[in-house]
């Protein structure tokens, strides 16, 4: 079994910062991408930041130069810094793992229960 929690969502006033985490755990071979989604009322999921085993990343280009995505591969968990927070920011942030689990072959996806990130005007 895998779970991926996330932690660090909440409200923020416009301009503000937060920081998200999502922790891997269970029979977990090797991860390799992870990635911060996030969906909006009433909008498909997106993109918001990816990072490789080996930390190349790239971003939305809406989050470009406020958030910052970054991972530790020691503790199976990485971590979205979101600064200059604006109200269109505001959704659910889910957690995303493509990970080999102990005694499987292949890359699986996996996902955390999301976040709620709040921003007020």
């Known amino acids: 079994q895998v779970q991926l929690v996330e932690s660090g969502g909440g409200l923020v006033q416009a301009g503000g910062s937060l920081r998200l985490s999502c922790a891997a755990s269970?029979?977990?071979?090797?991860?390799?991408?992870m990635g911060w989604y996030r969906q909006a009322p009433g909008k498909q999921r997106e993109l918001v930041a990816h990072?490789?085993?080996?930390?190349?990343?790239n971003y939305a280009d809406s989050v470009k130069g406020r958030f910052t995505i970054s991972r530790d591969n020691a503790k199976n968990t990485v971590y979205l810094q979101m600064n200059s927070l604006k109200p269109e920011d505001t959704a659910v942030y889910y957690c995303?793992?493509?990970?080999?689990?102990?005694?499987?072959?292949?890359?699986?996806?996996?996902w955390g229960q999301g976040t709620q990130v709040t921003v007020s005007s």
């Open positions: 995303n793992a493509a990970l080999v689990r102990v005694g499987e072959y292949g890359l699986k996806d996996y």
């Open positions: 990072i490789t085993r080996g930390g190349s990343t």
């Open positions: 269970g029979s977990i071979f090797s991860i390799n991408a």
